[in-house]
């Protein structure tokens, strides 16, 4: 598939999702043939550019397809915010010759995971024990990851670690010796995501699959990566939230107690409403935030941090009110609205808390004073 246009992307999504999401729910897979299709077609990582054989697509069209995927099946949205935060670092922190090396593979068909996460490194990032050591000719890398989404399914590890008198970001094959992946059993939320914990016992490697080829400031290695997977997940939450709001209108138009359906109830049609408001609210942040992405415009880093937490926000409320319009009818594993409910508050989590979103916003407030 070499299309870009977002009409056709969408349409090819359904083709490959079809009425399976809520099977892959259950079972906490997505066969790896059609992740594979996708990977080829370029949906898994849209934006990397037209040179390197991707689709070239803005931010605001990457986001409107995350959205559309995320309304069908947010596992694998998830894994579309991991292959693109993958790529998106190579792209801006990569050498020329690893990017001519790397992107092409990651655009048509190779599987990425991103692993910043340790056990005792979450929101504090500074506090990574993976080490990443020069020997020789080679790097040596040494540590564990925790919840990296896609890593199930990954070919490549993008794995994070301190380098020399900074950090570096190291490209690591999955079958390399000493990498062991081990799944995350029964997450609470986007179960079929290939979420998993990776132990690296002294993984050689040639020293030029370090990123830049050199230490770089921890920060901008994380906040590089991280910016596209907060876009990419407030989109996502988008999604989720337009999957509520179908699946409510539904049931609210078709079920009927006391003699008239469920949207003539006034206090069903308050919770309906306030659905609408919170896609809208969050649809709105997210257009905005990736129009600042598309113009590189100076707001763009506290713009895309208010629609990460706008969306996970919202999204986390109006699921709540999905499942209570639906009662008994949507609380069932692999039911829109029940996987809805488990996976929003997954994305108050990830790439960020909410917390950690509002301690960076106040900073912006007081910087900005």
């Known amino acids: 598939m070499t299309t870009s246009n977002p009409g056709a992307l969408a349409a090819r999504v359904d083709a490959v999702v079809g009425d399976q999401a809520g099977d892959w729910d259950v079972t906490g897979r997505i066969p790896e043939p059609?992740?594979?299709?996708?990977?080829?077609?370029?949906?898994?990582?849209?934006?990397?550019p037209t040179g390197y054989g991707g689709l070239g697509l803005s931010s605001l069209d990457t986001g409107e397809l995350a959205a559309h995927v995320g309304s069908r099946?947010?596992?694998?949205?998830?894994?579309?915010?991991?292959?693109?935060?993958?790529?998106?670092?190579?792209?801006?922190?990569?050498?020329?010759?690893?990017?001519?090396?790397?992107?092409?593979k990651l655009a048509r068909g190779e599987l990425a995971a991103a692993?910043?996460?340790?056990?005792?490194?979450?929101?504090?990032?500074?506090?990574?024990?993976?080490?990443?050591?020069?020997?020789?000719?080679?790097?040596?890398?040494?540590?564990?990851?925790?919840?990296?989404?896609?890593?199930?399914?990954?070919?490549t590890l993008l794995v994070f670690g301190k380098f020399e008198d900074g950090a570096a970001a190291v490209l690591v094959p999955a079958t390399t010796a000493g990498v062991t992946v081990e799944p995350v059993e029964r997450p609470t939320g986007c179960r079929a995501a290939g979420h998993a914990n990776i132990?690296?016992?002294?993984?050689?490697?040639?020293?030029?699959?370090?990123?830049?080829?050199?230490?770089?400031?921890?920060?901008?290695?994380?906040?590089?990566?991280?910016?596209?997977?907060?876009?990419?997940?407030?989109?996502g939450c988008v999604g989720i939230l337009r999957a509520c709001l179908r699946s409510v209108a539904e049931h609210a138009r078709t079920r009927t107690q006391f003699g008239k359906t469920l949207a003539q109830h006034q206090l069903v049609a308050r919770h309906l409403t306030e659905i609408l408001v919170a896609e809208?609210?969050?649809?709105?942040?997210?257009?905005?935030?990736?129009?600042?992405?598309?113009?590189?415009?100076?707001?763009?880093?506290?713009?895309?941090?208010?629609?990460?937490?706008?969306?996970?926000?919202?999204?986390?409320?109006?699921?709540?009110?999905?499942?209570?319009?639906?009662?008994?009818?949507?609380?069932?594993?692999?039911?829109?609205?029940?996987r809805a409910y488990r996976d929003a508050k997954l994305m108050e989590i990830i790439e960020g808390s909410s917390e950690i979103c509002q301690l960076i916003l106040a900073d912006h407030v007081v910087a900005a004073g």
């Open 34 to 48: 059609l992740i594979r299709e996708l990977a080829a077609d370029g949906l898994l990582c849209a934006q990397v």
């Open 73 to 104: 099946c947010s596992s694998l949205r998830s894994l579309m915010t991991s292959q693109g935060m993958v790529a998106w670092t190579v792209q801006r922190l990569a050498t020329a010759r690893q990017r001519d090396a790397f992107l092409p």
């Open 115 to 155: 692993a910043f996460s340790e056990p005792d490194a979450g929101s504090d990032l500074s506090a990574m024990a993976t080490r990443i050591e020069t020997d020789g000719d080679s790097v040596v890398v040494t540590g564990r990851k925790v919840w990296s989404t896609g890593a199930v399914y990954a070919d």
């Open 199 to 235: 132990r690296l016992d002294s993984v050689r490697l040639p020293a030029d699959t370090v990123l830049g080829g050199a230490a770089q400031s921890l920060s901008l290695l994380v906040t590089s990566a991280l910016a596209y997977g907060r876009i990419s997940v407030a989109w």
């Open 280 to 338: 809208q609210t969050a649809t709105r942040a997210c257009e905005h935030a990736s129009r600042c992405w598309d113009s590189n415009s100076p707001d763009m880093a506290p713009a895309v941090v208010l629609a990460k937490y706008i969306g996970s926000r919202q999204a986390t409320r109006a699921t709540q009110r999905a499942v209570q319009v639906l009662a008994s009818a949507g609380a069932h594993d692999g039911h829109p609205v029940a």
